[in-house]
């Protein structure tokens, strides 16, 4: 079914390695909260962070919680 659908392997010590790649995904900086988000996810939430990396959405998440933490923040401060 693989190959029917477009797939294509490399040899690698003798074995078929299929070539898989993650979709590609706009690099977005990611600040200190969502640097933090991302240690969290990879240690407590495994499933979900596999899920947004190979999903090709990792990068985008991690950038809207950093926006909005970072806006939490600036609304603390400004009380």
């Known amino acids: 079914m693989f190959e029917q ?5 490399h040899e690698e010590n ?3 390695i299929p070539n898989l790649r993650f979709p590609n995904e706009e690099e977005q900086p990611i600040g200190l909260f ?5 240690r969290y996810l990879k240690e407590y939430h495994r499933g979900t962070y596999i899920n947004f990396l190979t999903g090709g959405r990792l990068n ?6 950093d926006k909005q933490a970072q806006d939490s923040m600036k609304g603390l401060l400004e009380i």
């Open 14 to 16: 003798g074995y078929l």
């Open 34 to 38: 969502g640097q933090r988000h991302l």
């Open 60 to 65: 985008t998440y991690l950038a809207e919680i």
């Open 5 to 9: 659908l477009g797939g294509t392997y």
